[in-house]
């Protein structure tokens, strides 16, 4: 199982270094709805010149997430900030622009070539778009918010913005090196588009220029949407930030990183057009220099707890315990935010802070042992050991420690045998045993009667497997599964690879027939739907065994 999160389906330059982020792994596929677009937010961050060269950085970050429905994203947002902020810290005057519509994209362009062209032929110059991507006719094109209007492959310039056209004016800009980073998913992900152009991006090659794309062409990179920042950009920082490394050993290690981390799954690949190797984001001379993180919109807050396992929320977003959270007050001068923090077997605790901007706060938390959970008694009336001769699964439940009652599960070896087979074997195993309900959400916010209860990650977040993974028993990966998303049904979860379900799964509280097709239906709730219906993040799965 690679570490990749676990749901539903629901620019020619000279030194010029492109990047392309394949961030966008396929999000819950709810029905395409309309949605207010909001005015991009545009934050300038001030740098200083580099003590150690003297030279001036400038820096334009794009990061485009609210496309509505299913082409909304996970972390562009979240990968521009920190982007923006590490840039900041290495000297750049950032220019941070989210939400972007083809306007935007054009006028930010245009104004960061002019200040990159005024500030001299010493200057280093980057430039980060996140967001969604597209290949059409063999031209690649950034995708603005707003672009779903596009009915006629005639249009798309008038609807999407050419990176070419950004290749072209950021020609006479005249930097020493410029680094861009293009964070564009490399598959089009718009209804009615896709048969315009081959899958993913094409490859841009230039002399003078660092091409770096987060994985292979004809592949889709890691959105990582269970930690804040997709799988590539959180190695990529790590590595700007550290001391000694040029240009081409940035990239170098970022690509080893990923690589291993997405169990070779995600290869990044690069096209090497420099002529030298002597730009350091971070030279050796200036390793103690002070890394600045706040920005003028943001605080910083530090949630410390020594209970192992813990999990921090900071206003429902997860955190590590010991890490520092940095957050976004926008307009606000002040914010306050609740924490919460919990431990399997531990008592949940809350606090609230007020965060000011650019202040910094720390909360420790000292967590009570609950009892241990024991297992619920045996309800009076027994219940069935299998239906028609398939076999029925029970899982008790329990909620800080005070047990619920039991779930009991048809499975349909028949329809689905590979999502059954590896769901009595994990069962057999007692792999379940202890594990949480990570996730509980409703798949279409447009309607109240979408919801899904999902667990089985041994990790807790919903990156975690057994270790294996098994075939998608679902039509459109060509299995003839009969079974449907109908009112207590159970299905294997999965990333947006098509064989890559382990251990995870979840229940349908309510129908999800836009998933019918996309995910491996196996099993349906026979008792105790009910006790699923009330189901906590965080609450466990006490025991799973097969019932006898």
């Known amino acids: 199982m690679s570490n990749k999160a676990i749901k539903p389906l629901t620019l ?42 003297g030279e001036h950085r400038f820096a334009l ?62 200057t280093v110059a980057l430039f980060y778009y996140s967001g969604h991507g597209m ?3 063999g031209k690649n094109y950034l995708i603005p918010i707003g672009f779903e209007g ?88 790590k590595n700007l930030k550290t001391p000694g490394l040029n240009i081409h050993q940035v990239f170098q290690n970022t690509r080893a990183s990923v690589y291993d981390r997405s169990n070779h799954d995600q290869y990044p690949f690069d096209y090497d057009g420099l002529l030298n190797d002597n ?9 103690t220099t002070p890394i600045i993180t706040d920005i003028a919109t943001t605080a910083t807050l530090t949630v410390s707890c020594a209970t192992p396992g813990a999990k921090v929320l900071v206003d429902g977003r997860s955190a590590t315990a010991g890490s520092t959270v940095t957050l976004d007050l926008g307009e606000a001068k002040s914010k306050t935010v609740e924490v919460d923090v919990s431990a399997a077997g531990y008592e949940t605790r809350a606090k609230q802070v007020t965060l000011s901007r650019g202040g910094n706060a720390t909360l420790d938390f000292s967590l009570d042992r609950l009892p241990q959970p024991q297992q619920p008694n045996e309800s009076p009336e027994p219940y069935p050991t299998a239906v028609d001769g398939n076999p029925v699964v029970a899982l008790a439940v329990a909620h800080n420690g005070e047990p619920l009652g039991k779930i009991l599960i048809e499975l349909f070896p028949k329809q689905a045998p590979i999502s059954t087979a590896n769901y009595l074997r994990l069962v057999s195993n ?28 041994p990790r807790g977040d919903g990156s975690g497997g057994p270790g294996w993974t098994i ?78």
């Open 279 to 287: 730009f350091y984001f971070v030279p050796v001379a200036n390793a």
């Open 430 to 457: 007692k792999f379940y045993n202890g594990l949480t309900f990570h996730r509980i959400t409703n798949l279409d916010p447009q309607h109240e009667t979408c919801k899904i209860v999902q667990g089985g990650d």
């Open 135 to 137: 290949q059409v006719d």
């Open 12 to 53: 020619s330059l000279s030194g010029w270094a492109l990047v392309a982020l394949g961030c966008c792994i396929a999000l819950l596929l709810a029905p395409l709805t309309a949605f207010a677009q909001s005015p991009a937010r545009r934050i300038v961050l001030s740098g200083v010149a580099s003590p150690v060269t």
């Open 61 to 122: 970050v794009i990061g485009n997430t609210h496309y509505g429905g299913a082409n909304e994203l996970t972390n562009p947002e979240n990968d521009a900030k920190a982007v923006a902020r590490t840039l900041q810290s290495l000297g750049f005057t950032v220019t941070l622009v989210l939400d972007a519509t083809r306007e935007n994209i054009r006028d930010s362009v245009h104004d960061f070539s002019g200040a990159v062209s005024q500030s001299g032929s010493g």
């Open 471 to 548: 075939k998608g028993e679902f039509t459109s990966n060509g299995v003839d599964n009969p079974l449907r998303h109908t009112k207590g049904a159970v299905a294997m979860a999965r990333t947006n690879e098509p064989n890559s379900a382990g251990s995870q799964f979840y229940i349908c509280i309510d129908p999800v027939p836009f998933l019918d097709g996309n995910y491996a239906v196996f099993g349906q709730v026979i008792k105790g739907l009910d006790i699923a219906d009330r189901l906590q993040v965080g609450d466990t799965i006490v025991s799973a065994t097969i019932a006898k």
């Open 150 to 237: 596009l009915k006629n492959k005639q249009d798309v310039d008038d609807y999407a913005y050419s990176a070419q056209k950004a290749l072209d004016e950021m020609q006479s800009a005249g930097a020493r090196v410029n680094i861009v980073i293009l964070d564009a998913c490399r598959n089009n992900p718009f209804e009615g588009t896709r048969a315009w152009g081959g899958r993913g991006l094409g490859r841009l090659e230039a002399q003078g220029v660092y091409i770096s794309y987060a994985t292979a062409e004809g592949k889709t990179a890691s959105d990582n949407p269970g930690e804040s920042n997709g799988l590539f950009t959180q190695e990529l920082l």
